[in-house]
Every structure is written in C-alpha cells, then in structure tokens.
C-alpha cells in the first residue's frame, strides 16, 4: 500500500554584498571552462568566436585566406578601437601574429582552454601594446588524477540546401571532421604534472566560380557580338591614328597566330551564354590541420612554481584551378 508522504516547502532569500574590486582599476570580462566547454562555437571551434560574450566587442569575423590564417582566427574591434590593436596571450607569453596583428599566431584546441580573461579598459602598465583588448588565454594544466577527453564533431552537406547559383545537379560536396582528445596527470604526485591534447581538422568543401572565356565566334575570330571595334595593326601610324578596322570586327584566319589557336583550344568553351562571366568552374577543396600542445607543470614547493609549454601547428590546403 503506497502512502502520501508529508510535504514540507521553505523559501530561503539570503544576500550578500558584492566585494569592490579594489585592486585594480581595469574593466574585465571572463570567459570560464563551463561557456568554453558548452556554449555553441562556429564550424571552426576557435575560441576567439566567444569574444562576442563581452561587452564592447564587434562580432568577430574571420579574415583573410587559410595560407595566411590556418588556425581560423576571428578579427574584433573593442571600444571603436581596430582590431590590430589587441594583445593575446596564451599563459602570459604573447601571442600576436606580427605579419597580421588583428590575428593571433596560435589558437589553442577548446579542450584545452582553462578560461580567457579580457581586459577592455585601463589596463595595468604590464600589459602593454593593448589599445582594444588585452587578452590572457590560460590553458589547463594537469593534477594528481589522471583524466582525459576524447570528442569529433562532423559538419557535412546532407542537410544544407542548395545554393541556386551552382549549375550542378548533385548538391555541392561538405564534409567536415574534427577530433581529437586530451590526457592530463601526474608524473611525480604534488609536484611534477603535465598535459597534452591533440586536435586535428580534415574538411573537403565545393568551391565554385564564374569565369570569363571566349566564345565560339570569338575563337574563330569574330568579335561582332562583343560590341567593340577592332583594328588592324598593320596599318596607320605607330602612335595608332589611321587605322582600319577589321571588316565586320573579324579577325581574318590567316592573321591569327599558332601560338593564339593553340591557346584557344586548350581553353573550355562556355557554360553559359554571353561574352562575360559565361563559364562556371566547381572543384572540391581540401583543408588538413594538427594542434598539438604539451604543457608540463613544476611545483618543487609551495613558494616556487614553475610550467613550460609546446604548441604545434601543422596544415595543409589545396585549392582547386578554374581550368
């Protein structure tokens, strides 16, 4: 026989003063472990995208090619300020990407992200070279229990739709891979630790363009459709007054070149119609990249403490031609 237990409801309201920062005059923000580990990040699982969590930041954007940004940083303004005006650091030590400063050099795996702190006005005179943000990525380090993570993320093309510009029937190739795992413990318990992780990107993607190529009648010479007159330049004076133009803008047979028509036949003919962007070129391009960090952690005393990192980044592309 089941029986009622006895209900009992208390409402508790407690309060406490929030402590001023005292210490400091700067404007921070956080970024912890549990927004970093899950809140949704863009396809590129960069946590430069998390950015946008802060007060007075610009939407990150991603900026320039892969062969000048491999690890796929995102470039943010802060307080009207340009994005080459921002100082990363990744456990103190700077991380700016000299040749383009709005980006960083190196973007460590999420997994490995302890917090990322952000400093966006009066920072403290050891910051330096920060006129947006100043921002501090501290990396996990290991403990005296061995744990670890292993993750992939696949982003394909089933479910996107197709865009109506690709003259393809098949919908446009997507495939995209990320995983990884990470293992962190100790070497000598209490005082000697490390960490490691290791993140690897494989993606191969549709990438396609119009191009512009001659047409029939222009291989053959015959330039009427293209709405411009051609002149012969074998005649007139050599600054080009007193020339004659071609009859019925042709260029005769006999006056092309070998080396022209063998050009002309390595050429596709077009697509589309039309003498302008009238040939549509589609190829698959591919994309690998390794992230490895290894960070070893020293802790001879309780007054002395002592960490070194590695981290190495690794890629590949290749991008398809239009011919």
Do not use: C
Request: hydrophobic share 40%.
């Amino acid at each position: 026989q089941l029986q009622l237990p006895t209900l009992a409801e208390a409402v508790t309201v407690a309060a406490s003063a929030v402590a001023l920062q005292t210490d400091r005059a700067e404007v921070r923000s956080e970024i912890d472990t549990k927004q970093v580990n899950n809140l949704p990040v863009s396809g590129v699982r960069n946590y430069t995208a998390l950015l946008a969590l802060v007060p007075g930041v610009s939407p990150p954007a991603p900026a320039h090619s892969l062969a000048a940004n491999p690890q796929e940083s995102l470039a943010a303004s802060v307080g009207g300020q340009s994005d080459e005006r921002n100082d990363t650091r990744i456990d103190g030590a700077g991380n700016t990407f000299v040749w383009l400063p709005r980006l960083v050099a190196y973007s460590p795996p999420l997994e490995t992200i302890e917090a990322v702190n952000v400093v966006t006005n009066s920072m403290d005179a050891e910051t330096g070279m920060a006129g947006g943000a100043a921002v501090n990525v501290l990396t996990k380090s290991g403990t005296n229990s061995f744990s670890g993570t292993g993750f992939e993320y696949n982003t394909n093309g089933a479910l996107k739709a197709r865009n109506v510009f690709y003259f393809d029937p098949n919908r446009p190739k997507f495939n995209m891979n990320q995983w990884g795992g990470t293992l962190g413990g100790p070497i000598a318990r209490n005082k000697l630790f490390f960490f490691a992780s290791h993140e690897q990107t494989n993606r191969e993607s549709n990438v396609s363009r119009f191009f512009t190529v001659p047409t029939a009648e222009a291989r053959r010479g015959d330039f009427s459709s293209y709405g411009t007159t051609i002149y012969d330049p074998l005649t007139g004076a050599p600054d080009g007054s007193g020339r004659v133009a071609f009859a019925n803008t042709v260029i005769p047979a006999d006056r092309i070149s070998r080396v022209a028509r063998q050009i002309i036949e390595w050429l596709p003919l077009p697509t589309t119609s039309g003498i302008s962007s009238n040939y549509f070129a589609s190829g698959v391009a591919d994309f690998d990249r390794h992230s490895t960090d290894v960070k070893v952690n020293w802790n001879p005393s309780g007054r002395f403490t002592m960490f070194g990192r590695a981290s190495i980044l690794k890629f590949s592309g290749w991008t398809p031609v239009p011919f």
